[in-house]
């Protein structure tokens, strides 16, 4: 019998056991003062216990388990969170931003912050080149920042930043890459426009050298992201979107390792074979081209709901 008098004979008591364990547990927070986080750990337990009983969990994977997360924040530093790359891989990261960013059609889609958003990007003027090391393929990038009804988002902020043509940030090559190599801070102008000059994105790795790696190779799962450039959109009255702009061609795009891909954000990078048009611009001709537009909610824009 679970349920019995405790020693003074007051009020009943539940006892753990393995048919009641996170019912018990769960009593335990019964006088938690913030509603909310007696709300978030009342359902973790009972998720967690569920799932131990689940598969039945034995002493040694369980150990497995704990020496595995230990591992993951050793292995973290000021550039490198390991958390963030296991919540990326499996999918948490995407979950939490798509709940917490429902568009209902009506503005742009967002994605994963990602690992290496680590240092402000430097303000540049528009138009700008944002590639410091002269490697990989030109390309100018041109997008507009509107409203839900198309009214155009005057002063945006448009923060951006990708991988170089060898697939690394320049925050894992201090000393090789230039400092906020291929980062900018661009302000839109009265109509909402942006433009800058980078390079065609090129796919790669999350880090792999760490536990995160050794999760994804002992489900045989590749450690690859399709070539995408990172951007941060805000505007004053409006809600912030943080999203990807991805490349039609990119290998992996049906299998981003860290669930990024939506379809919403693939766009094609044509060549732009116009010599004019490259000295207008300031870049080699011929160049690639990619046009971006973000729309943003409106501050107090009812969010569509979930699934019920």
């Not at 503005?107 to 690992?115: D, H, I």
């Not at 992996?252 to 010599?275: M, Q, T």
Request: glycine share 8%.
């Amino acid at each position: 019998m679970a349920a019995s008098r405790d020693r003074r004979g007051q009020e009943p008591v539940e006892y753990f056991s393995e048919e009641r364990s996170a019912e018990v547990v769960a009593a335990s927070f019964a006088d938690t003062p913030d509603p909310r986080l007696k709300r978030v750990l009342t359902s973790l337990v009972r998720h967690l216990h569920d799932f131990v009983k689940d598969v039945e969990l034995t002493d040694e994977e369980w150990g497995t388990a704990i020496a595995f997360l230990t591992a993951t924040g050793q292995k973290c530093d000021e550039v490198r969170q390991e958390f963030i790359l296991l919540s990326d891989v499996l999918g948490v990261s995407m979950l939490v931003e798509t709940i917490n960013h429902r568009t209902g059609g009506q503005s742009t889609e967002s994605t994963v912050l990602g690992p290496f958003h680590m240092v402000e990007s430097p303000p540049r003027e528009l138009g700008a080149d944002i590639a410091l090391d002269g490697k990989g393929e030109p390309c100018l990038v041109t997008g507009r920042a509107t409203g839900p009804d198309g009214q155009p988002l005057a002063g945006a902020v448009v923060d951006v930043w990708q991988a170089n043509e060898d697939g690394f940030y320049d925050v894992q090559q201090p000393g090789i890459q230039p400092e906020r190599n291929l980062r900018g801070l661009f302000t839109a102008d009265d109509e909402g426009r942006f433009w800058f000059r980078s390079i065609v994105p090129k796919y790669y790795p999350i880090p792999d050298d760490g536990p995160v790696g050794e999760l994804l190779a002992a489900t045989g799962r590749h450690p690859n992201r399709p070539a995408h450039v990172h951007f941060i959109v805000t505007a004053p009255g409006h809600r912030p979107v943080t999203t990807h702009l991805f490349v039609d061609e990119s290998p992996y795009i049906d299998s981003d390792a860290v669930f990024g891909v939506k379809e919403s954000l693939i766009r094609e990078f044509p060549e732009v074979d116009d010599p004019a048009r490259a000295v207008e611009v300031g870049l080699p001709n011929p160049f690639r081209a990619v046009h971006f537009d973000v729309t943003l909610l409106r501050e107090g824009q009812a969010q569509t709901s979930g699934p019920s």
